[in-house]
C-alpha cells in the first residue's frame, strides 16, 4: 500500500465526521459477523479436544490396568497422544488467529471501497447537477445564467454576444419556458447593471497594469469541498506566490479540519460556506433540511473563526435540479439571511469523472479564462483531487506571468449565478 493510500484512508476514518458514522456501523455489522463465526468455529475445535482428552484420560486408566506390566509400550502411546493433542492445539491456535486477522484485512479493504464509492457518488452528483440543467455550464452563455459576467471584448465573445441576442430575439422561450415575460425582462435589465458594477468593481480591485494575455482580467480562484489532506498544500502553495483564494467549505470536527478553518482565515483567504453534509439528496430535501444543514456549518465555523459566514456555494450550482420543485426557497431562504451565493463560470474539471492530467486541468482554465473579462473558477480540495494541487503552482504562474489579477471573493465582489438571487422575490 503506498503512503498516499494509507493517508487517505487515516482521514476518511479518523477526519470525515459526516461519513464517519456510516463507515463504522458497516464495519462493525461485518466485525459482528466474522468474530460470530470465529467465536463458533473455536466452540467447535474445544469441544472436540476436550472430547479427545476426556476419552484419553478414561482410555489411559483403562490402558494403566491392562498394560500394567509393559511400561515402555505404554509411555510411547501416551507420548504419541500428547504429540497429537498438542498438534490439534496448535491448529486451533492458528485458525483463530487467522480467523482474527481475515475478517479485520475484508474491512480494511471493504472501508476503503466504501470511502471511493462515496467520492464517486459526489463527483456523480457534481456531474447530475451540472448536466441535467441546460441553463448550465455548456448553454450558460445563451442565456441569464451568468448574468454578472461580462464577455470579453475580442472577436470570439462579440461574435458570442451576437448569438446571444439573436437567440433571445428568436426563440424567447425555448430555455426559458418557466419564466414569465417580466422575469426575462428583469433579468435583462439585471445583466446590464450587473456588468456595470462587475466592471467598477474589478476596476477598483486590479490597479496594477501588467502586460500579457491575460491583462485586465480578474480570476478568482475557488476550492469546494475542503478541508482535506490537501488544504495545507494549496495554502503552501498560495502563499509562495502571495495570492489569495476562496474555500467553500463543508462541515468536518476534527483538530485538523479545525486547524484549516483557521489557517485559511489567518492567512487572508476567504472562507465560503458549502453546506455541512454535501448530501445533495438531504440538502435539498426541503427547506427545513437546508436550514438545519446550512446552520450547522454556520454554527460550527462561527464557533471556530469567531464571526458569521455570508458566503455561499450551493452543492451542485445554484441552478440544480435535485429539488424538482426548483431552488426558489432555498435562495430566498440565502437572501433572508443576506447571504451571498457564488456559482462559477470556469472550471478545471477536476469533478467531471475524466481523470485530467495536470496539463488538461491547466489548459481547461486557462482556455476559459482568455476568453471572459471576470473569471470564477471552480476546482476541488478534496481527497481525490491530488492532480489539482499538482496543476496548481503552474497554474498561477502562468495566470500571473500574464497580466491576470487574482483575487480572493468577498461579499462585495458582484457574484456569477446560474439564477440569479434579484430575480427570486
Ligand atoms: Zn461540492
Not at 286 to 305: A, G
Request: hydrophobic content about 35%; overall charge negative; aromatic content about 10%.
Amino acid at each position: 500500500m503506498s503512503s498516499d493510500f494509507i493517508r487517505q484512508l487515516v482521514y476518511k476514518f479518523n477526519c470525515n465526521a459526516p461519513k464517519y458514522d456510516e463507515y463504522y456501523v458497516l464495519i462493525h455489522t461485518y466485525m459482528c459477523q466474522f468474530l460470530y463465526v470465529s467465536l463458533e468455529i473455536c466452540c467447535y475445535f474445544f469441544l472436540s479436544c476436550g472430547k479427545i482428552v476426556i476419552r484419553d484420560f478414561f482410555r489411559g486408566e483403562d490402558l494403566q490396568e491392562e498394560d500394567y506390566v509393559n511400561f515402555i509400550k505404554l509411555d510411547s502411546t501416551v507420548a504419541e497422544k500428547r504429540k497429537r493433542i498438542n498438534r490439534i492445539k496448535m491448529a486451533i491456535i492458528i485458525i483463530i488467529i487467522v480467523m482474527m486477522l481475515l475478517p479485520t484485512i475484508l474491512c480494511i479493504v471493504l472501508g476503503v471501497q466504501v470511502s471511493r464509492l462515496q467520492e464517486n457518488v459526489n463527483d456523480l452528483m457534481e456531474i447530475h447537477g451540472r448536466v441535467e440543467q441546460p441553463i448550465n455550464i455548456t448553454k450558460g452563455k445563451e442565456n441569464y445564467a451568468y448574468a454578472a459576467e461580462k464577455p470579453d471584448s475580442d472577436k470570439a465573445d462579440k461574435q458570442e454576444e451576437n448569438q446571444k441576442e439573436n437567440i433571445d430575439a428568436a426563440e424567447p422561450s425555448k430555455e426559458n419556458l418557466n419564466l414569465s415575460e417580466s422575469d426575462q425582462r428583469q433579468r435583462k435589465h439585471a445583466v446590464k447593471s450587473n456588468q456595470a458594477s462587475a466592471d467598477a468593481f474589478d476596476a477598483s480591485k486590479s490597479s496594477d497594469s501588467r502586460d500579457g494575455i491575460y491583462a485586465g482580467k480578474t480570476v478568482y480562484l475557488t476550492f469546494d469541498d475542503g478541508p482535506s489532506i490537501y488544504t495545507n498544500d494549496i495554502l503552501d502553495i498560495l502563499a509562495e506566490y502571495d495570492v489569495k483564494a476562496t474555500f467553500f467549505v463543508i462541515g468536518k470536527t476534527d483538530d485538523e479540519s479545525k486547524e484549516a478553518y483557521r489557517r485559511i482565515v489567518e492567512e487572508g483567504h476567504t472562507i465560503g460556506m458549502h453546506s455541512y453534509s454535501h448530501n445533495y439528496n438531504q440538502i435539498y430535501k426541503s427547506i427545513e433540511d437546508f436550514d438545519k444543514d446550512f446552520t450547522n456549518l454556520w454554527d460550527l465555523l462561527y464557533d471556530i473563526i469567531g464571526y458569521r459566514l455570508k458566503i455561499y456555494r450551493f452543492p451542485g450550482g445554484s441552478a440544480n435540479q435535485v429539488n424538482p420543485d426548483g431552488m426558489e426557497k432555498f435562495i430566498r431562504y440565502l437572501n433572508d439571511k443576506s447571504v451571498v451565493y457564488f456559482d462559477w463560470n470556469v472550471e478545471n474539471k477536476d469533478a467531471t469523472g475524466i481523470r485530467y492530467t495536470k496539463e488538461e486541468l491547466i489548459d481547461n482554465v486557462l482556455t476559459d479564462v482568455a476568453r471572459k473579462k471576470r473569471s470564477i473558477v471552480l476546482m476541488h480540495d478534496s481527497s481525490a483531487k491530488g492532480t489539482t494541487v499538482e496543476s496548481l503552482a503552474e497554474l498561477i504562474e502562468t495566470l500571473l506571468s500574464e497580466g491576470a489579477s487574482i483575487l480572493p471573493l468577498t461579499q462585495e465582489v458582484p457574484p456569477i449565478q446560474q439564477i440569479e438571487a434579484d430575480s427570486i422575490e
